[in-house]
């Protein structure tokens, strides 16, 4: 009764969670239920807006509220936008959708970091409190705290995937979607929803007028994808956060300079493997109900130059920004300066959309002038289309090192912390002790060796096992999942470790 209780009742202490064996019981009722009803196009697009809509309770509990507020509110705004006949009014819906898109998301996101800079620059006392909250209190008779305002889960990524859409439709790359069932789908597809990757309008709309596709191929890369990211986040990245990385970072003055420089090592393959695996699964999940989701990494520490990081790093939120908001700044249409200033707000506004919080905005500067150093060295080199093996080699090991600096920021739970493991790093590494911590922290450091093994092979090897697996029968590939299943289950922790992205 309490699995039963698990799967149908919010709890905010246990959110639904792709490595909860709850969510996966939800998943098999709804493939099964969605076998009977695939056919009907009109009813499989409302059944899966209705178990997303579910999904995300799960996860957010009473907040699916505003998820539906801002699809009833985009979905209205795109047809209003449609059925404008001046230019004029069709810009005036789209500046009033994308502001009050944005606003929301500031508000939950941003109006404890306004606030405090507030307080701090005018030297006054101002606490915040949940005035939405406060309002449903007051309309519903509910019993929401208004206290603190609670991040809504995954807001960024579906506000992003509303802006997306109006904008789009804006500009007729898209005709509005008449039907609000299947607006709701697209915005609240569960695979996807809090995590991404963001979904662009374009890619995914003309899925939803097409019939359910599943070849044998497709099924067995789907598996592969679900069981490749699973092991990527129980078996790698959660084990190296626990056992080592967040010991690290939560008291780093209590470490060597090795284990701080090692932490930090530990932290770009512990979110690479988390955020990775996520995607993967959601990619599975969704390719399993007959629909295709862009890849959203391809090997990013294999990068030789940071705009090549970029391309591999995330890449629904960088060709979003790319495409949304440093186009829209000129991009490069306006001289060399202005690039490289479009190229800085843009890792800027990078930075906060991952949180309000000075350190994002540090990690997002650090890559918008890494970027501009970047774009300045290929103006010196004498061959841009060629680089020798030596220059390639070298571009990786700085490109790497800049990217784990610039993660030091990220990852640290205060500037003090970021500048501490900084400090240790550069005053206190001593590399005599290399084998001493290798030897305490084992089984963590074989992990993480692992991880970065795995990552760093020949793309060929990783097409070649991958498709091995693909066209294994399927008896081997139960017992492929069920051996899977098993290391997975030794290394699954006492409590359930969230996405790191659950927090943006």
Known sequence: ?????????????????????????????????????YRNLTI???????????????????????????????????????????????????????????????????????????????????????????????????????????????I???????????????????????????????????????AGPIMRATEFIPQISRKFTLSSNEFGHAVFLILNGLIKKMVISDFISLNFVDRVFENPHMFSGIENLLAVYGYAIQIYCDFSGYTDI??????????????????????????????????SLSSWLRDYLYISLGGNRKG????????????????????????FVIWGALHGFGLVINKLILKILPNKTYLPKWQKIAGWIITFHFVCFAWIFFRADSMETAFSIISNIATRLDLSLAMQVLYQYAT?????????????????????????????????????VLVSCLIIYQFKTSELQPFIYFQF
């Open 44 to 154: 499989r697009n409302a059944y899966l807006f209705l178990v997303s809509l579910f999904f995300y309770y799960k996860t957010g509990g009473i907040l699916v509220l505003l998820l539906i507020f801002s699809i009833v509110f985009n979905f209205l705004l795109a047809l209003l936008m449609s059925k404008a006949t001046r230019q004029g009014i069709r810009k005036l819906w789209l500046i009033f959708g994308v502001t009050l898109n944005l606003l929301i998301l500031f508000y939950y996101k941003y109006t404890y970091f306004l606030v405090e800079w507030v307080n701090k620059i005018f030297g006054l006392r101002i606490e915040v409190q949940d005035y939405l909250a406060a309002a449903g209190n007051n309309l519903f008779h509910a019993h929401f705290d208004v206290a603190s305002i609670i991040l809504p889960i995954g």
């Open 444 to 480: 963590p450091f074989i992990i993480l060796a692992f991880g970065f093994g795995i990552h760093w092979l020949p793309t060929r090897w990783k097409e070649a096992y991958r498709g091995t697996f693909i066209k294994t029968p399927v008896y081997a590939k139960v017992v492929i």
């Open 336 to 359: 060399t300066f202005r690039t490289y200033i479009n190229l800085i707000i843009t890792m800027l506004l990078g930075g906060l959309w991952h949180g309000a919080n000075i350190k």
């Open 156 to 194: 960024s990524f579906f506000t992003f995937q509303a802006l997306s859409y109006i904008i789009d439709v804006y500009k007729n790359y898209i005709p509005p979607l008449k039907n609000i069932a299947e607006f709701g789908f697209y915005k609240s597809f569960f695979p996807q929803l809090v």
């Open 1 to 37: 009764m309490s699995l039963i209780r698990d799967i149908f009742i919010y709890n905010p202490n246990e959110p639904f969670l792709f490595t909860n064996m709850a969510f996966w019981i939800y998943f098999v009722v709804v493939y099964l239920i969605y076998s009977l009803c």
């Open 282 to 315: 959601a990619i599975g999940l969704a390719l399993l109900l007959g629909f295709r989701i862009p890849i959203n990494f391809n090997s990013p520490y294999k990068a030789y130059s940071l705009t090549d990081f970029w391309r591999r790093w995330h890449i």
